[in-house]
């Protein structure tokens, strides 16, 4: 008997998503330091294998490593992580195929552990952008800068909530002040 070659390909993302579906918790628990799928496909009637994802944890379950592979086996894309005592992401930089890094992002938060500004450098470590982001007295993000690296500001979201605090509506503009975009929010009790 023959198994279609879509059927083999789906058996092995059902594996693929499994495999990552592990939940922080469960990692922790399991102490798992590290996670590998590695896809094996019949061909021809030849069995080829191959690598296809790989992740590491920290003590906490938090991924701190992250590495994808191209369905002919090569590298795709490799992501690391940091993390502060509040298991939120302080840094995240994505490398390219030879392993240089490609993007940083560092993430500073408040004692109310809210995201306050996010830092974007190129691979050299030159500033590509930084957002802002502000509060308003009940905690609910009341704005967004982004500014390019000589501090230009080339985005600004303004965030507006009903008397139950609830988002009501978003407004982008651009440097000049333009509106960029406009959601709106509504629900329905």
């Known amino acids: 008997m023959r198994i279609p070659l879509f059927l083999l390909a789906f058996f092995f993302s059902l594996i693929q998503l499994s495999a990552f579906s592990q939940s922080k918790k469960e990692v922790k628990k399991y102490k798992i330091k590290s996670?590998?799928?590695?896809v094996t496909e019949t061909v021809d009637g030849k069995e080829k294998s191959r690598n296809?994802?790989?992740q590491k944890f920290d003590n906490s379950g938090n991924v701190t490593e992250e590495v994808e592979y191209n369905k002919d086996g090569s590298f795709k894309k490799k992501e690391s992580h940091k993390y502060n005592k509040?298991?939120?992401v302080t840094e995240e930089v994505i490398y390219d195929e030879k392993g240089n890094?490609?993007?940083k992002t560092t993430t500073d938060y408040n004692i109310n552990k809210d995201k306050t500004n996010e830092t974007v450098y190129d691979g050299s470590g030159k500033l590509i952008e930084k957002t802002q982001h502000g509060y308003n007295a009940k905690g609910d993000k009341s704005f967004e800068i982004t500014m390019d690296e000589k501090g230009k500001i080339i985005k600004k979201s303004i965030y507006a909530y009903d008397k139950n605090g609830l988002k009501t509506e978003k407004k982008t503009t651009d440097a000049n002040?333009?509106?960029?975009?406009?959601?709106?929010y509504t629900y329905e009790y």
């Open 35 to 38: 996670s590998t799928v590695i």
């Open 101 to 103: 890094v490609k993007k």
């Open 86 to 88: 509040n298991n939120d």
């Open 52 to 54: 296809d994802s790989y």
């Open 177 to 184: 002040g333009e509106v960029i975009s406009t959601k709106k």
